[in-house]
């Protein structure tokens, strides 16, 4: 072959390969948000709809403020000022706009609430879902389990999202807080912009940085919460069983580590016995029991009836001698939890609190 022909050769095969890309990219969805500084409701947004969503998976991120870019693409997240899921126009930023995550909420939803609102639940499914697989965990949760999990998450991480980027505070603004919050999300996020005195930084690298990390916390999030969603009936378990662990019925025994402090009221009220369980005992991942009081609400630091006074505070060898319990690991100083070696003895630990 000579050299023209090979020339005309490679020229064709780069035409071919240029057709490809331009039919590749004709494919692949786009979506659009803002260019210049960075928050994290359009960030999780982006993470949201390119990484679990069928309609947007792998979709390319646009980041411009060009209007008539914007309109030709698939869909839009935090710009434009139109909110229109019909198009997957996702703006909360035009006067009008006044939409809620549901009825029964009253936070005014940011970009990620709005994507959260239309394809959440199909997120949160895709992610645990591919969870229980890397894990080799052979659990089912059923679409109630699911639905669960959907409006949870909504309340506990994408609501906190919706209200500070909505400029809402979590206190009355006569209130001083004692102590600010800089490690959330979107304080994280921010920190990925470029300050004051950093020169050419790439905020479309910055910006796929920050995806990470939402996309991690989001991850973590919906881990932590099917955790708590699925605990429920070794919670109920155990407390149907109180009484094999003494007649009090004030003591519970956890067959295994499990979130059960928001269960544990819901069952008190179902079951129509506020109040009445004053410690949990469980095993930690060394095997040594743990007994910790039961708070006057999930909120409350305040026990229901805490350790016994004499042992707060007090070193291993104190403890044992004050209690006769000779496998005692420690008491905490606020009374709040405690340890032993051995099964039998945290019960006594309990039961000599609860006759203190």
Same mark, same amino acid.
């Given at each position: ?12 095969? *780069? ?9 590749f990219m004709s494919q ?15 960030? &999780? ?24 870019i914007l309109d030709k ?35 005014? %939803?940011?970009?990620?609430? &709005? ?20 894990? +080799?965990?052979?659990?089912? %949760? ?42 959330? %999300? ?50 109920? +378990? ?15 025994? /956890? ?5 059960? +402090? ?23 991942? /060394? ?26 505070? +007090? ?21 709040? *939890?405690?340890g032993a070696k051995s ?14």
């Amino acid at each position: 072959m000579c050299i023209r022909d090979r020339t005309q050769s490679t020229w064709g095969n *780069i035409q071919v390969l240029i057709k490809f890309l331009r039919f590749f990219m004709s494919q692949t969805k786009q979506i659009g948000t803002h260019s210049g500084t960075f928050h994290a409701d359009e960030v &999780l947004g982006c993470v949201m709809l390119t990484k679990y969503t069928q309609l947007f998976q792998n979709a390319n991120i646009v980041r411009t403020r060009d209007q008539n870019i914007l309109d030709k693409l698939d869909a839009v997240i935090d710009v434009g000022r139109i909110y229109d899921a019909s198009i997957h126009r996702y703006d909360h930023h035009q006067g009008e706009f006044n939409d809620f995550f549901s009825q029964n909420h009253n936070i005014r %939803l940011s970009s990620a609430g &709005l994507v959260f609102k239309h394809f959440g639940r199909e997120v949160v499914e895709r992610i645990a879902k591919d969870f229980l697989v890397s894990e +080799k965990l052979d659990i089912q %949760l059923s679409p109630e389990d699911y639905d669960q999990l959907y409006l949870r998450i909504y309340n506990t991480f994408i609501m906190p999202l919706d209200a500070t980027d909505n400029g809402i505070d979590a206190y009355p603004q006569d209130v001083e807080p004692r102590y600010r919050q800089t490690t959330a %999300l979107e304080h994280r996020v921010s920190r990925l912009n470029p300050t004051w005195f950093e020169q050419n930084i790439d905020q479309d690298e910055r910006f796929r940085e920050a995806m990470k990390i939402a996309d991690d916390e989001l991850q973590w999030q919906v881990r932590t919460t099917m955790s708590r969603v699925l605990a429920k009936p070794y919670v109920e +378990k155990a407390v149907d069983q109180r009484f094999n662990v003494h007649e009090s019925g004030a003591i519970i025994k /956890l067959e295994l580590v499990c979130p059960w +402090k928001e269960h544990l009221y819901r069952i008190e009220e179902e079951k129509g016995i506020q109040g009445q369980i004053k410690y949990v005992l469980f095993q930690d991942q /060394l095997a040594e029991w743990r007994i910790q009081c039961v708070s006057l609400s999930p909120q409350s630091y305040t026990n229901r009836k805490s350790l016994k006074s004499d042992w707060c505070g +007090k070193s291993r060898d104190e403890v044992a001698q004050l209690s006769g319990i000779a496998d005692v690991v420690f008491v905490h100083a606020n009374g709040f *939890i405690g340890g032993a070696k051995s099964y039998e003895s945290v019960v006594k630990m309990g039961l000599e609190s609860l006759n203190e």
